[in-house]
């Protein structure tokens, strides 16, 4: 690449999961040009995560237009500060990673579509191609790697890595003290929300996995829930056995990727979460809606996805099935690295 941008723009509004999977596409891209500066305009929800990750200098949160985020009065102060960032900001070039009405108007307004990196020829061509002879779309990870081919980026991993933080482990090890968890008890995460809107599946079968797991492999529940669930993880709670369930509403981000490595096993729906503790390290026992290939299935060699149409119709015995597989896998590793 004859071109070596200093100062790089990452346009990627995206929601947790997507902003999980790009991931890969952020590291290889640090890989190539490790003495750039990579800053990333990225949704509000997902910038923290991204804050936690060494390969990005500089997040700027930006409302998303889907959930109507930049019409609020509260946020208003901060998208102006983002622009104001933005116009200040002197891009050698831009990239978008997720290609939607956000990035699109601040392109725009920062005058880079004709820079380095930004919509090309090869993007044109690559859509009408598609559009004249269709196939299954590529994996959203394949898809924001394939965006940085015009600048020599090569691949560098396959599945999306979180680091945790000295501060965050602290924290944890903290907490875990607090509720006397004992050095090597296992730890299992249960999410139950998936999102304002979305299908769930059944609480009480959250429980009753939970309190098989807890009786059966004397375990502890780790009870996460997002800002926009807050409740549900007391309920479940509320359906454990006694001083078995930790509960963590609302975490900070750092806090939850700290926790997720170390969970001996997640179950959640295929959601943002459930990327997270993949990309942590954690098992993964996913509740999914998408019966066929997913763009968005999670990536990591200790996932087990159950599909089905509708969650209800994934049984109960199914998901502890997984389970047991997933935390039998966990332990042969443990021992062959000992």
Not at 221 to 233: D, S
């Amino acid at each position: 690449m004859e071109f070596e941008p200093r100062n790089i723009l990452v346009l990627h509004v995206a929601g947790l999961a997507e902003t999980i999977l790009a991931l890969p596409a952020l590291r290889s891209l640090r890989s190539r040009l490790p003495h750039a500066r990579i800053t990333v305009v990225s949704s509000a929800g997902a910038a923290e995560l991204l804050e936690q990750t060494p390969e990005v200098d500089e997040v700027l949160p930006m409302g998303r237009l889907r959930n109507a985020e930049l019409l609020r009065p509260t946020l208003l102060l901060r998208e102006g500060r983002t622009l104001g960032a933005l116009r200040r900001g002197n891009f050698d070039a831009a990239i978008e990673f997720k290609r939607n009405t956000e990035s699109g108007i601040l392109l725009r307004l920062l005058n880079l579509p004709a820079r380095r990196g930004a919509v090309g020829i090869e993007s044109v061509i690559e859509r009408i191609r598609q559009s004249l002879a269709p196939r299954p779309p590529a994996h959203v990870a394949q898809q924001y790697l394939k965006r940085l081919e015009p600048w020599d980026v090569r691949p560098i991993e396959s599945a999306p890595r979180l680091p945790t933080s000295r501060e965050a482990d602290a924290r944890i090890e903290r907490l875990l003290e607090k509720y006397g968890v004992r050095s090597g008890e296992m730890l299992v995460g249960l999410h139950p929300g998936a999102g304002t809107g979305r299908p769930r599946w059944p609480l009480e079968r959250f429980a009753s996995i939970g309190a098989r797991l807890i009786h059966n492999f004397n375990a502890r529940a780790i009870l996460l829930a997002g800002p926009n669930e807050r409740g549900i993880a007391k309920r479940l709670a509320a359906q454990l056995p006694a001083k078995k369930s930790i509960v963590m509403e609302s975490p900070r981000m750092a806090d939850w990727i700290s926790i997720a490595a170390r969970m001996s096993l997640f179950i959640g729906h295929a959601g943002g979460p459930a990327h997270l503790a993949a990309a942590a390290g954690a098992p993964v026992v996913a509740l999914s809606i998408a019966v066929d290939f997913s763009p968005q299935d999670l990536l990591g060699p200790r996932i087990d996805t159950l599909r089905a149409p509708h969650l209800q119709l994934i049984s109960e015995e199914a998901v502890y099935e997984s389970a047991c597989k997933l935390l039998q896998m966990n332990r042969a590793e443990a021992l062959r690295a000992r």
